[in-house]
Structure formats: C-alpha cells, structure tokens
C-alpha cells in the first residue's frame, strides 16, 4: 500500500500564495503521474495539474494555468503544488492523488488525505 500526505494548506487572501506538498511513501507505480485535485462544497472534484513523474511532463486546468505549477523532488519522493495569485474560487480541499493517468479521476489508486486551502476576498 502507498501512503500519500499532503501539507500546506492554509487561509490567504486573494493574490496570495500557497505551496502544497505531497510526500508519497513510494515514488513508482504501473502508471507513473500524481496529479491535485480539488474539491469544493457541493462540487465535483476536479483535476489541477497533474506531473508524469518519469519524464516531468507537466499538464494544467485551464482554471489554474500561468497561476500553480507542479513540481516534483524525486530524492524526497514529493510532489508539489505553487499556488500563486490566489482566487476565492480555488477555495477547496486539495488531494494528491497517485498511480493514475492524467486527469482521469478514477484511475488514479492512491490518495491523500487531503488538505484544505481556503481563499478570501
């Protein structure tokens, strides 16, 4: 089993910044991309961004492009998310997610716990 923990999550206010981590217990998998998603109240999850943590390909929601990068430290074994210039719409609770292929929810194996990012205006 692959355990994934998120951290970093937080309260800013719009334009603000957050970096999200996500440190996985073990860094290969059949399907080598880790991805955030979110998920707000009442909403249906989402994919953020996703990384192909072979090749570092990157991919990004139109929501969030030019505005969060994900990046990866293969010698930790973690993947994050820079969250810059914050909105009130990204206000959710963000998960890493593991073992998946590319935004689609559901192939993804393993997932964090989650952590709760909050944006105000």
């Known amino acids: 089993q692959v355990q994934l923990v998120e951290s970093g999550g937080g309260s800013v206010q719009a334009g603000g910044s957050l970096r999200l981590s996500c440190a996985a217990s073990r860094y290969s998998y059949n399907n080598n991309y880790m991805a955030w998603f979110r998920q707000a109240p009442g909403k249906e999850r989402e994919g953020v961004a996703v990384?192909?943590?072979?090749?570092?390909?990157?991919y990004y929601a139109d929501s969030v492009k030019g505005r969060f990068t994900i990046s990866q430290d293969n010698a930790k074994n973690t993947v994050y998310l820079q969250m810059n210039s914050l909105k009130p719409e990204d206000t959710a609770m963000y998960y890493c997610a593991a073992d998946g292929v590319g935004f689609v929810e559901y192939s993804y194996n393993y997932w964090g716990q989650g952590t709760q990012v909050t944006v105000s205006s």
């Open positions: 990384i192909y943590i072979t090749g570092g390909r990157t």
